[in-house]
Structures are given as C-alpha cells and as structure tokens.
C-alpha cells in the first residue's frame, strides 16, 4: 500500500512538473484568498440588480461617499467634508483628496453626481430621495451640493445604506448609462481592481489590490472606516456544489465559505483548521408574504388568525437548527435594530390554536384550497414552506402546496390571477435586516397596487412613513415607529417569522474578518 | 461519398430549425421571469415591468423569435440576459473543461472497458464474464454523483492524493490540467464504461462463433491474434456507434460531473442558464448541442464505411 502510496504520488508529482507556463509560479508569490461567493456573479451593475451577489462583488470595486459604521451610523468615505445649511436644506460635500479610478484618473464631483442621479432613478430609497430634491449639482472638481424640497432625516442613511441598491461612485461616463441598462465597463475607485480578463461569468471573479487606493483614517467598522487591503488578488470562485465546497474548505483547498450550507456545517465544525461563525449582525427576517387580494386573506380576521396560529420557533428551528443563530421576534423593522417596536404584536408573540381557529372561522373560511408556492430549488425557503403547509394544516386549512423552482416563483408571485388560476395565497421568504430596518427601505412601505406582492392596502403605512422620512426629531421618530408596528401588525400586512444569521467558515490562517451582511475583503489577512 | 456528406450536411439545416423552434417554444411557454430575478427579490412590480420592457421580453413571441432566428442566421447567438456578453463567448469560455472532461473520460472509458468486454466474451461464462458483468451491472446502477462523492471521500480527503475539485485550463501547465481531470473522468468514466464493455463482449460474443474464426483459430494463430485482427474489427460496428453516441451524451449531459467537481463546463452553464431562464443562453448552448450530435452522428456513420467495407452509401 505504501509502494503503491508513493509510487502514485511520484507520477502525480511528475505531472506537477509538465508545465507550459509560468502564470502559476508568479501567482504562487502572491497572498491570495480563495473563497467560495453566496452565488454566481453574472451580473455586474449593481445599479441594474438588487442581487446580494453583485453587492457584495461591487463594495470590491466601486466606493461609496457615505457609510454604515458598526452602530449603524453614516460615516464619511469618500467624502472628506460636509456641512448642512441651517435651514436644513442645502447639504454640501467635499471629497476626499487622492482619489483615483482604477484607470488612474482622478475621482470629480461631477462623477459622484451622475452616479447619485443614476442610483437614484433605481432604489426604493434613492427614489425617495430624489423625490424631495430640488438639485444636485457640482461646485468644483471636488465638491458638490444637494438640495432639498424640504428637510428631510435620510439624506445621509440614504447615501450610506448598505443594502441593495447600494449608491456606489462610478466615473460619469458610466454612471450615464441609462439604469435599467447593465454597465459594461467595471471601473470604480475601491481597493480591488476587477480584473475583467479573468471572469467567466457565473463561475469565477478574481480582484488584484488596487494600489492607487488611499484608505481613511480611521480603523474599519462595518462598512466604514480604512479599507486597507493586506492581500493580493482575491479567487471568487463559485461551487454549486456545497458538499464539495465544505470539503474542500476542510482540505484546504478554498480559504473561505460566504455562504455554508446550514446543514452541513457541522461536517467542518470540529475541524482544527477552521472557523465557523456568524458574520452578519443583524441577519435576515423570514417572512411570510399573504395575498390581500383574495379569500380568505382578503379578510382581515383571516390574516390575523394566522398570527395566532403561528410559532415563530418552530420556523427557525427547521431552517436554521442552531439556536444560538435565531430569534423568534415580531418586530416589522427587525430585532436589534434601532427601529425596533413590539407594539401591537400580541398574537404573533403568542399562540392560541383555538383564536386562530374561531377567526378563521369568522372570517368565513370553508375548505377552499389555499395556494402555498414552495421553491424547492432553495435551501432556506423550502424547508420553510414545509413548515408553513404544516402549520396552516393544523389550522384546519386545506393546503395545496405548489412545488416550483424559485425563478417560476419570482414570475407566480407576481400574478394577481385568483389562486385556482395561476395566483397563489401564501409563500415564504425571507430579506436582509439592513434592507428592512427603516419605513422606507422596508419591503411593504408602499400601498394597494404600488405595493409589495400581497399587495395590502393600507394608506396609514404609507403616510406614516412619509411622515417618518420627513421627522427630523429621534424622539417623534421611534413614536413613529411604534405606530407602524402597530398598524402593520392590526393590518397584518405581513407575518414577521423571526430573525436568523447566516454563518461564514474559513481557515483558521485568514484574520481580520469585520462583522457585516456583506463579506468585505479589506483588512483581511491571511498568514 | 460526398454526395452523402453534403446531403447529411444539408438534412443538419431543417434539424436544427426545428430543434431551435422547440427551444424556443418550450422555454417561452414554462414559467419563470428573467426580469424579476434581476430586479431582485424586492424590487416592486413595476420595477420588474420595466426591466421586462427593457430586455423585449414583453415583444410578441414571434417577434422574440424572428429576432432570435436573425442574429443566428447572421451568426451571432444571442447576448445573455444576464452577463450582457455575447453567447458564443460565453460558451467559448466553457468550451474548454468540457471538451477535454469528455476527451480525458473517453480516452480511459475506451481503454479499459474495450479490452475488459473482449476478455468477458472470450472467456464466456466463466467467473472473469461474470465478474465483468457484475461490475457492467454496478456501473450502471451507481449515480455518477455517488461514485463522485466516494472518489472525493476515498482519494482526495482519506489518501490526499488529488484535488477535490476545480479545473485547471491547459495554458496553467499540463500537470495540474491532468491532475484535476482524474476523479471526474473517473467517476463520469464508469457508467460510460459499463456500457461499452457490455457491448463489446455482446458484439465480440457474436462473432466468435463464426465459421472465419474457427478458421483462424485452425490455422494455428494464437487466441490474442484471433481476438485482436479478427473478432474486435468485425465487432466494432456496434461498438463505435455506442463510442460515438456516447461522446454525444457526454458533451452535453456532464452536468452533475461538472456540478460535484466544479468544473466551469458547458452543463454547467446551460443549467445555469435553465435556473435564471437566461433565454439566449439556453437557446445557444442547445442549438450547438444539437449541432455535435448531428456532427457526431454523421462522424460515425462515415467510420462504419472504413470499419465495414460491406457499408455503401
């Protein structure tokens, strides 16, 4: 066996030898972090996409004038100074000094106005913005100003969100481009270049150091703070595989795992070479979306039987299994988030069998079928459907459950056919915290036709939220808070699920991790 | 001869025609949006409505595919929905890794699975065909993604001797390029080579018991020369075909290979493609599939004429 051991790891070593080039040894010089991505990057504007994958392949390349700090704070990042006028209208900035695009020109005014203008026809958010601006425009090559309608509390968590849409800085030239057209060229002022001759669409994006880039000051914090790069070129190279991503993490073959498969993370767990752990601080809310449009969801004591009916746990539980990642927590805006309220949420903090049942029935339920779309395709929504057919069974509902893959669910959950007809009445999902924390990122911020699928109809959300977005005052805001909490949960626009972290694995020679929804790659090091 | 290459060539027109109006048609009618998966999970609906507008996918399903039918008439394509790149470059990238995964596992298949199907009819009902055709039996019945788990589980994390995955292209050195493609030619290798051993010893059976080999064998030639210069050309008919069909498979059905071993073939991409519903993409690969397997088949047809001189078209 020994012979043969050695005898086979000679030829392989042989064939070690037959090279052609030299691209490998050069490379071998170099700090590389090979990570595995949440997903195929395919598509590159993260304008143009809301998708995590291309945010997160976007903070690599493009920078940002504001950012979130580790206590949810805008800090300034690209942007050096700022100042508001005293009547709260006008905000001017100034840039940094010594900022370059990755084709060595210097970072102007005029390019960050393009990219906000660009970013702002595209986001929830940035759309809001832009509704209660008057003008933005350049006062130099290196300042420029906004001005507003009227004051409003966002214009900085706006600029420095940190969830899709995220208003990245892009060279005029490109951030001309018409938003609901995909960007060609990948040009930005970050601290990794992309290098546009290695990508292969779906499968692998490698990112070299870019050593044009001066970082801030200040020590890194969530996404703000000195992005200072201490490796070299980063290998992100997608598995469909996630066994073999795992074992191949366990080999030693990839650094680094964005996104463990939840049930298998305990194969690499007692391994001594690697770390498992949550990255994300806030995580995700599990969801269950309701359609308003149809019975019996379009009567109220139906929607509030299911939060009677429900048990957050026993969600969290089939989806995540390790307690120490989940949270059961009823609030709309996130647990851990400074909007967090609770207001109103008695029937979805409890559980009540009986109620659920007598509202149901008063909401003049028979045995109509209730359409549940199930993605079977996705490892976190699926398991979830099983549990929500369990639970709306035990209500005493006559469930028929649709298995999809979840690109026929992105196209079913548009339809506003009557669930025998193509429609559905319920399904499972799940959004990031960081793009739900707020009245106007949240999902259901707006109203009736304009709003989310289920597409709930109560005007109160929407001018509370207005109302929110215009409050300069934090006091008067968490008042705010409360009653949309309250308002959403008697309305039962929605079923918050409760709230669960993702985890990140790597070995244990890759140091400097920071904490975010978003792996970043700055101040990572690898021994 | 070439009167039958240019007739076989020009029937590849009509196929692919309506190959690709079957394509088309099917994925237009399934469900799924593409504009809604690039809109995002929350975007609202009139952003997907606008991004639909924006990608022509709200265009009559004529128009969509008298578009389509065009650019590929004039030799493009497509772009992809998704990347905005080019099909053909798409698939270009991805030609590669499955081009030499089907060279590397046809290579070993035919290798060992042609002499073990000789020795199974030559040695007819003893333990040997016994044995080669419980092994046929087992390699048919494994799935390619269990016996790729246990190469992955046995030779790379238990004995460390290979890569667990990945893909190396040839230009980084033919070591490494070599070194990653043994687990999945292996495990792709098995089934495909169950298949031809069973055929060759069915094949090989056969003409073993015809009057001209019990002629050579009387004329003193030793069992090896029999079964080498006699039986297995008289046999290869078959065989070929079962080769040759099976190239055809392996270049557009290593999905699951290239999935456990993370090689960027094209399987890969088209399933990708299928997920996102990446119309232009699925559309292309496909039309090219279709294109091989016409090529093949006609590449195996020509091969009977030099195998069998008896064959005349």
Redesign the interface.
Known sequence: MLAM?RT??GL?A????????T??EALAQKKIIRSVPIG?L???DPI????YITRNHSYMVWDTLFSLDAKNEPQPQMVDAWKISPDKLTYSFTLRSGLLWHDNTPVRAADCVASIRRWGA?D?MGRALMGFTDKIEAIDDKSFRLVLKQPVGFVLEALGKID?NVPFMMPERIAKTDP???I?EVIGSGPFRFLKEEF?????VVYEKFTGYVPRKEPASLAAGGKVVKIDRVES?Y???A???I??L??G?VDLLESPANDLIRTVQNNPNVFVRPNDPLGYQLFMAVNHLYPPFDRKEARQALLWGIKQAEFLEVVIGDAKRYQECVAVYGCGTPNESKLGSEALASFNLEKSKALLKSAGYGAQPIVLLDPT?NAVLHPAALVATQTLKRMGMNVDTQA?????L???R?SKNLPSQGGWNVFV?N?TMT?IANPVLH?YS?NCE?A??GWPCDKRIVDLSRQWALELDAAKRKQIIGELQRVHMENVTYIPLGQYRSVIAYRKNVKGMIASPSLFYWNIEKE | MFSFIARRLLATIPVLGVVALVVFGILHLS????A?????????????A??RS?LGLDQPLWEQFGAWIWSVLHGELGI?I????PVTR?IG??LEPTIALTITTTIVTVLLAVPIGVIAAWRAGTWIDRSVMSFAVLGFSFPVFVVG?LL?YVV??T????????YRN???????F??HLVLPSLALGISFMALIARITRTSVLEVLNQDYIRTARSKGLAMWQVLLYHALPNAAVPIVTVIGVGIAVLIGGVVVTE????I?GLG??VV?SI????YPVIQGVLLIFAGVYVGINLLIDLLYVALDPRIRY
């Open positions: 051991h086979f790891a392989l042989l064939a070690g030898c037959v090279t052609f080039g691209a490998s195929a395919k598509i590159v143009w996409t809301t998708a595209k929830g899709s609901n057209t995909q060609t292969v669409p779906g499968v692998k190279v598995m469909p595989d066994a073999v991503a074992a191949a366990g080999n073959e395709d999809m893959d979840f690109s026929t992105t196209q079913r548009a999902t959004a793009g999902t707006m304009q989310w699928y | 469900p799924g949006d593409p809604a998966l690039i809109a995002g999970d929350h975007a609202t609906p009139q952003q997907v606008a991004m924006k992809s998704f990347s905005n790149q798409l990238q991805r788990y992955i790379s994390m004995l460390g001797w290979l890569p667990i995955q990945g040839l230009g980084d050195g033919f070591g490494p070599l070194i999935s456990v071993f993370a960027p890969r991409l990708d997920l996102s519903r990446d």
